[in-house]
């Protein structure tokens, strides 16, 4: 009861807003399995009768989402998530909800992302656990979609005063004003490189503030003429775009991670410890879910602060698992950071596949490896075998090998999502299997 009430609220805060207002069209998103933003974009005669009954779509057209049995699914708006987009023209202007995918008998359907991260939330819920995140999501801005022209020669926290940090700007903007708060943002190593950080929510806020955000960047360099991209890799010899993964535990006001060891130096809890050790167990199975790309692997290479060993340590940023350090008196910030999502990645099942791996440590007490304080990427194979360092997959058809026969995250997805995901991914790779790259002709063709 408490709920339908909150949701007429939120429907009738909806409406009024929308008739008090110059809202014209309201858009009503999705993500498919892949994490691509779908959506269908509502006149507001036709809102009321949405938030009602929902709006009723093709997904046997969206292949990454349902399959040819599953034709006739509804989207149901979540009014919670209404905003009017800042960036979009104020004359005729354009709000956004998130919707929730079902079927036309009112149950959920079982290949929606978003369903599939409410289920795994409830199961932290229900645990007593409540999974907060704060991603580090980076891209970079280019002249067109065309090349990869970089805007500027600058560096980490280099301030400059080009197009991009304006682009920044706007963009920080316009991410608060629709109350996605944001801590900081500045650019990253690469020349042309950005970094927004998003304040730590609730897993599904996030998921839900990483995709806005996303298309924020985009959009509003759009205007400008620029292109800005998040894919994983775009240019040899330049960082990558990770989304490294801050996170944490809480129960009410009580960050689980945290202990008191009258030191300061053992500060993280033995659940911190048993959720770094369900995340190393099972780093192997959930990279096709954080690293989902063929173009993934190209960033997860020495040299460039993106990690290819499953290790953990306080200190080390060239480590899958870092547990930064705390100021006195800021106990609740306390965290893990997982290193190698890509920001490329579908938010919601990655942030359903760590909490799995993580949870999977608490309940089994799984034992935490010691700690890599030292670069692994100086040692050899002798020194790493020595201290059980294994390597994370080296490319997509690796990734999908585990993932294919790990039983976590067959639970994890459900079975629809789960071939669902095996199955595009397979096209992926075989479609990169046969592609002739341009590196082959530079390299072979005059030679053989």
Request: charged share 25%.
């Amino acid at each position: 009861m408490d709920q339908e009430k909150s949701r007429d609220e939120a429907i009738k805060f909806v409406t009024e807003t929308v008739h008090g207002s110059d809202v014209r069209f309201v858009r009503l998103w999705f993500t498919d399995i892949l994490g691509n933003l779908k959506g269908v974009s509502l006149n507001v005669a036709e809102l009321e009768n949405s938030l009602r009954d929902g709006m009723t779509f093709d997904g046997a057209s969206i292949g990454a989402i349902a399959r040819n049995e599953e034709s006739d699914l509804v989207l149901i708006p979540d009014p919670t998530t209404f905003k009017v987009l800042p960036w979009r023209p104020s004359d005729g202007a354009v709000g956004k909800m998130f919707c929730d995918v079902f079927r036309p008998d009112g149950s959920p359907h079982l290949g929606d992302p978003r369903a599939i991260l409410k289920s795994n939330l409830e199961r932290a819920y229900r645990l007593g656990y409540t999974f907060l995140l704060s991603p580090e999501t980076e891209y970079y801005y280019f002249k067109d979609s065309n090349s990869t022209e970089i805007l500027d020669s600058a560096g980490y926290f280099d301030q400059t005063s080009d197009i991009g940090t304006e682009l920044r700007r706007e963009t920080v903007l316009a991410l608060e004003e629709i109350g996605i708060p944001v801590e900081y943002s500045h650019h990253e190593v690469s020349p042309s490189q950005h970094e927004i950080n998003l304040r730590h929510t609730d897993a599904l806020t996030m998921a839900d503030n990483v995709m806005t955000y996303k298309l924020a960047v985009k959009e509003i360099a759009q205007k400008h003429g620029i292109h800005a991209s998040f894919m994983p890799k775009p240019v040899e010899g330049l960082h990558g775009n990770g989304m490294h993964m801050d996170m944490s535990l809480f129960k009410g006001d009580i960050n689980q991670f945290y202990k008191d060891d009258g030191t300061g130096d053992d500060f993280i809890s033995d659940t911190a410890k048993y959720f770094i050790a369900g995340l190393m167990k099972h780093a192997k199975e959930i990279t096709a879910i954080t690293n989902q790309w063929v173009n993934s692997y190209k960033r997860l290479v020495s040299g460039f602060e993106a990690p290819g060993y499953i290790s953990w340590s306080k200190l080390n940023r060239g480590d899958l698992i870092r547990v930064p350090s705390y100021r006195k008196g800021r106990e609740n910030s306390v965290r893990i950071e997982y290193r190698s999502p890509d920001s490329a990645c579908n938010p919601y099942l990655a942030f359903s596949a760590i909490l799995a791996a993580g949870l999977a440590g608490i309940e089994n007490k799984y034992e935490i490896p010691i700690p890599v304080e030292q670069d692994i990427n100086k040692m050899d194979q002798i020194q790493r075998s020595a201290q059980s360092i294994e390597s994370l997959p080296t490319n997509l058809s690796e990734a999908l090998h585990f993932f294919e026969n790990s039983e976590l995250m067959y639970n994890c997805l459900g079975e629809d999502a789960f071939y669902n995901f095996i199955k595009n991914k397979k096209l992926e790779w075989a479609e990169y299997s046969r592609h002739v790259s341009g590196y082959e002709i530079d390299k072979y063709l005059s030679m053989l």
